[in-house]
């Protein structure tokens, strides 16, 4: 855990916490929210800093400058967007996250702005979990030289581009040839990013705490090319010998650099870990169900764990009596 909060879980947090407000500043309901919480938490004897910023001025480390080095906590309002951002902005130095969804879908922004008094009452009384997620460094190496650097928390994709033909991508694991991708690219995703990109192009679900990558085809043209997990601690290399003219290299939304022949795109884990809040009421399955409708009919339907010592129910919600 980062050495910048003082949060721990299962204790009380201090009284007086030093808090960050990130988020756009092009976004009016943002920066409404961000005003409105400001003067409330600075009544209740927090100390605030305020980090609204336009998409240009999130670059990789400019997050900590003089005031804002001691964060306990960052209350990102947005979307998960906006959290991405916030994860590359902060660089190496990561602060414990509160998503506060102000945006549509929102799997990590996945508190309401309603129930934000109620995450910092939880997180007041140490009722609250850090889960830790894998982060991870691509580089893209031209002619021996590294041209690009980059931190990032979802996915890195090498995308085929115009004319729009499919491109073959080689995979090399700790040196070793993997095997060679005819597609139109390929996503390479951590498990918090397998509810991303990976997910709609028909990659699986990870838990999002493991420490794993999921290389997901896009389009493959040899049905045998399905989705492989692997360990993060594996060494990574792709290699694109013809690509098309629009060929490129995308980490986390972002266009990094076109792929020209013969470069080499290197995918690490890195060594910061981004850390997000969970409290009592909000846990990895639930937001799967809620975001997802996840699970057939178990959503809505009161069904709860068995407590300790209880049979399992063979599928009837909690405290019903079928006949």
Known sequence: MSGLS??????????????????????????TEARRLQVELEKAGHRITSRLALPGDWGVGRFHPDDAATADLVLVLGGDGTILRTARWMGYEQV????????????????????????????AGGQFRIVEHLMFETEVIRDNVTIHRELGLNETSIL?????????????VDGEVATTYRSDGLIVSTPVGSTAYNLS????????????????PLNPHTLT???????????FELLV??????????????????????????????TPRFMLIE?????????????????????????????AGEAPSAGEPSGGGGS
């Open 225 to 235: 090319n399905r989705t492989v997990v692997d360990s993060a601690t594996r060494h």
């Open 160 to 172: 085929a581009g115009p004319p729009f033909s499919m491109i073959e991508i080689c995979l090399f």
């Open 96 to 123: 414990p996250v509160l998503g506060v969804n102000l945006g549509t879908l929102g799997f990590l922004a996945d508190f309401s702005i309603l129930e934000l008094d109620s995450a910092l009452d939880d997180i």
């Open 201 to 216: 192009a028909g990659g699986p679900i990870v838990r999002k705490d493991l420490d794993a990558f999921v290389f997901t």
């Open 6 to 31: 003082r949060l721990l879980p299962e204790h009380a947090s201090p009284r007086r916490l030093n808090l960050v407000i990130a988020g756009s500043s092009e976004v009016p309901s943002v920066v």
């Open 279 to 307: 409290t009592r009421t909000h846990g990895y399955y639930r937001t799967l169900r809620d975001k997802l409708h996840w699970g057939g009919g178990i959503h809505g339907t009161g069904l709860r764990a068995p407590r």
């Open 241 to 270: 010998p013809r690509p098309n003219e629009g060929s490129a290299c995308v980490v986390d939304g972002r266009l990094i650099t076109s792929v020209a022949a013969a470069d080499r795109v290197r995918i690490r884990r890195a």
